[in-house]
């Protein structure tokens, strides 16, 4: 690999080899150090794709918001009187305070502390301390809270926006192949998916686009994750030594290989796993008391969905890649995750792992829950918060 750039990095030409005819595919590692390449991959990923930002069920009633960063600005996701969501930057037309400072709740009005304007849920200025001084060219509509210029879109009650004002790219078309496995994530509920209340948070030192990666990767769970499968063995929910076996044979591999859907994402296995999904899929492990209630839910699901669509979404795990920062695991159970590269080499991950409410107390122990203190280690763990970790799906009807 050449070395002659600017300071002696690769030229930009080098940074990947992607030779199919030698079989070669190489990244150099100053793409996951060098500060010039994180600026444009802001600029020309986070700037420019679609990125999630919330669960239509975090915010079910009007007044209802969660406040996080997305694409690394500051936002309200909440609802109006008109029952839509809405994605607001969260910074005060005035002079650019934050204007709300809770993580959720629910509200008529967002008043901003510093000179005490105040927003509706749409964005709209509901008041303004002392507005009768300001002259006649003010424009309460011009000061409204602004939205992603790029637009904000929902699919199967995933809230995504984009930055780019030039996007003409429609979400839809954007997710590509990416949706039918968003539906089969979606069709394990009778009504609409809920993702319970609760984030677990955390920073690391390392570069995001690992993360990415690794979401691509079965390559390393029978090693990285040994502990947790031994762990899994131990408690009967898992036969031995069925990780290796996974990948003995090329019929094996090819069951949980990685498979591109397009746009740059990706499913990694859905195929039927060697553990349970609360789902009705089950195992010893959940219980020969349970066996019936979970041969019910298999029934009620092909009743709904047709015997291979309910084999796939009940029977199959498998780990969703959507580029470039949310990741839905659908494994032993449903978490969603996402992340942002805060500088080059940290970012920033808030995910929970989630299991259909009314079943998770029995449910499998997740693969994310148990196996994230060892990824943080591998890692170099910065600084690691810990609020509330779970968060739940479950059937609702609106
Ligand atoms: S900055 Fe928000 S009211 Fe002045
Ligand atoms: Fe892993």
């Given amino acids: 690999m050449a070395a ?13 080899i992607d030779d199919q005819e030698r079989g070669l595919f190489r990244i150099h590692r100053s793409a996951f150090t060098d500060p010039d ?4 991959e802001r600029e020309r990923i986070f700037d420019r794709c679609w990125l999630y930002a919330a669960h239509e069920s975090e915010i079910p009633d009007h007044g209802d918001f969660v406040t996080r960063r ?11 009187r008109d029952g839509k969501a809405r994605v607001l930057l969260n910074s005060c037309t005035h002079r650019g305070a934050v204007v709300c400072r809770e993580l959720r709740g629910n509200t008529k009005v967002h008043q901003c502390f510093y000179h005490g304007w105040s927003f509706t849920p749409e964005g709209e200025i509901n008041g303004i301390p002392g507005e009768d001084a300001y002259s006649e060219a003010f424009d309460r509509n011009e000061r409204r809270l602004a939205e992603p210029p790029g637009g904000t ?19 839809d078309d954007y997710l590509a192949d990416a949706k ?9 509920s009778e009504g609409r998916m809920e993702v319970a209340p609760g984030t677990h948070a955390f920073s690391m030192k390392g570069n995001y686009k690992i993360a990415v990666e690794n979401s691509t990767d079965g390559y390393h769970a029978p090693t990285t994750h040994k502990r947790y499968f031994d762990y899994l063995v131990k408690s009967n929910a898992m036969d031995k030594g069925v990780m290796f076996a996974m990948m003995a044979s090329e019929e094996q591999y090819q069951r949980f290989a990685c498979k591109a859907l397009g746009n740059g994402h990706s499913i990694l296995g859905r195929s039927v796993g060697p553990w349970g999904r609360p789902m009705a899929h089950w195992i010893p492990y959940f219980g020969e008391e349970r066996k019936a209630r979970f041969e019910e839910m298999y029934r009620k699901a092909v009743e709904r969905l047709g015997e291979e669509r309910a084999h796939q979404v009940c029977m199959c795990s498998g780990n969703l890649l959507i580029f470039p920062n949310l990741v839905i695991s659908d494994i032993m159970t449903t978490n969603v995750r996402t992340f942002y590269p805060s500088s080059r080499a940290t970012w920033r991950l808030p995910r929970g792992a989630s299991a259909p409410r009314r079943r998770r107390r029995r449910s499998a122990p997740s693969a994310s829950t148990v196996s994230s203190p060892s990824l943080g280690r591998a890692a170099s763990l910065r600084r690691t918060t810990w609020r509330r970790s ?9």
């Fill in 390 to 398: 779970r968060i739940a799906s479950r059937a609702t009807r609106r």
């Fill in 180 to 188: 039918d496995y968003i539906d089969l994530v979606a069709d394990q």
């Fill in 4 to 16: 002659n750039g600017h300071n002696g990095r690769p030229t930009r030409p080098d940074l990947v």
């Fill in 37 to 40: 390449i994180l600026a444009l």
């Fill in 70 to 80: 997305v694409g690394g600005r500051p936002v309200i996701i909440t609802r109006g």
């Fill in 153 to 171: 879109s929902v699919y199967r009650d995933f809230i995504f926006v984009n930055f780019n004002r030039a996007n003409d790219v429609s979400l």
